[in-house]
């Protein structure tokens, strides 16, 4: 029943959303230039990796050296518009008619942090990972990683059908509002891992 809930849901969406998304493609290229998509590999199901696709936020700027500038410089004011909007995530209906992804799920996150994770956090990789979560209607990106992994576990155990329309409902009133974007100083959320200075609680 949930695999039949993401492939009608994403299939709507696709065909409602088809002008917008197709806007935001010449959009993305005339302020941002090529590629049009961010494609990066996530982890899934069982920690079997796929290429998410988002739309690209960032510009490529880089330091004397050659190395990527950090996001927060990168991020133009074209690309905030489209994280706050949540319109970046458009081109990840494609990830969940593939079955690579899920409507509702612990969201995908980077390859790297998979030996980072202790056994209890690494089950979110139980389940598909999803374009939004319990997560991200409890607090998106204002969280600490421990909270949110510990609501990820929680979806694990708990998920259901009921659940997962309360998840979407709420995820579509977060994106009106617009809440939760950013975390501290950072674009969105802070590297996992990666300990904060001590004036970034």
């Known amino acids: 029943m949930k695999r039949l809930l993401d492939i009608t849901a994403a299939l ?14 010449i959009a993305v290229r005339l302020k941002l230039g090529s590629p049009i998509f961010f494609l990066q590999e996530r982890p899934g199901l069982n920690q079997k990796i796929f ?10 700027q880089q330091d004397s050296k050659g190395n990527l500038l950090s996001d927060k410089i990168r991020l133009t004011k074209f690309g905030e518009w489209l994280r ?5 995530e458009l081109p990840e209906l494609v990830n969940i008619l593939k079955g690579e992804m899920s409507l509702v799920g612990p969201r995908p996150l980077l390859v790297s942090y998979l030996d980072r994770y202790s056994p209890e956090q690494a089950r979110r990789h139980e389940v598909r990972p999803g374009l939004t979560g319990w997560a991200q209607v409890n607090g998106r990106n204002t969280t600490s990683w421990e909270d ?18 309360k998840i979407i409902f709420r995820t579509m009133r977060i994106v009106i509002k617009r809440d939760g974007i950013s975390h501290s100083e950072h674009a969105t959320m ?4 990666i300990e904060e200075p001590e004036d970034h609680p």
């Open 84 to 88: 706050s909007t949540s319109l970046d």
């Open 12 to 25: 709507l969406a696709l065909l409602t959303f088809g002008p917008v998304i197709i806007a935001l493609c």
């Open 190 to 193: 802070p590297e996992f891992g």
């Open 51 to 60: 290429r998410m696709a988002k739309f690209r936020t960032m510009t490529d």
């Open 148 to 165: 949110r992994f510990s609501l990820d576990v929680w979806y694990v155990d708990n998920r259901n059908f009921l659940l997962d329309l």
